[in-house]
Structure formats: structure tokens, C-alpha cells
Nanobody, 110 residues
Framework: QVQFVESGGGLVQAGGSVKLSCTGT????NLWGMEWYRRPPGKERE???????DGKEVMRGRFTVSRDNARKMSWLQIDNLKPEDTAVYYC????????WGQGTQVTVSS
């Protein structure tokens, strides 16, 4: 079964940057757009960014999404971190049949 595993979170200082990784299994990674979401404490999960199969990115300011199909990986870089970026971050294929991963926690200290 296809799975995605997120990593790279931790405790970071406001103003800094973090680069989160998403590693996929299975042979279809290059067929999916990759999406990133986050769930702040006590809030609903929200969309952060997306990259298409051919690398076209939907960018949102401080958030940069990238991918490497050969390595079956996607990354989310967040620059100029703010305390409100504190959340569990998830990567997801743009296919609802593919399950969510466990996410990786990012905590931003002020």
C-alpha cells in the first residue's frame, strides 16, 4: 500500500526556516501532484501548498514546495517562521484514495 512519511519537524525559533521532507512508497509517486497541509493546535487542517507532477508549484508566500520524482520525495520549506506556523504538517497525494501520513510536528518559539 502507498504510504507517505513526513519528517524534519521540531522546535524552531521564530524568524528561522525549516525544510520538511515527505518520502513516498510505491511506483506511482510521479503520477500524483503532491500537496502539503497543516493542522494548528485546536484548528482544522488547512492547505499550505502544492506541486504538480511536472514541478509547477502553487506557492503561498513563505512556503515553498519542491519534489524529486526519482527519489519519491517532496519537501516543504517554510521561511521566516512565525509562532502561528506551529502545527502538524502533512504531505498528501492529490488522490483521495491515498491515505494521509502521520505528519510531523513543527513548534515555533517566539
Amino acid at each position: 500500500q502507498v504510504q507517505f512519511v513526513e519528517s524534519g519537524g521540531g522546535l524552531v525559533q521564530a524568524g528561522g526556516s525549516v525544510k520538511l521532507s515527505c518520502t513516498g512508497t510505491g511506483s506511482d509517486f510521479n503520477l500524483w501532484g503532491m500537496e502539503w497541509y497543516r493542522r494548528p493546535p485546536g484548528k482544522e487542517r488547512e492547505f499550505v501548498g502544492k506541486i504538480s507532477t511536472d514541478g509547477k508549484e502553487v506557492m503561498r508566500g513563505r512556503f515553498t514546495v519542491s519534489r524529486d520524482n526519482a527519489r519519491k520525495m517532496s519537501w516543504l520549506q517554510i521561511d521566516n517562521l512565525k509562532p502561528e506556523d506551529t502545527a502538524v504538517y502533512y504531505c498528501k497525494a492529490d488522490d483521495d484514495r491515498v491515505p494521509w501520513g502521520q505528519g510531523t510536528q513543527v513548534t515555533v518559539s517566539s
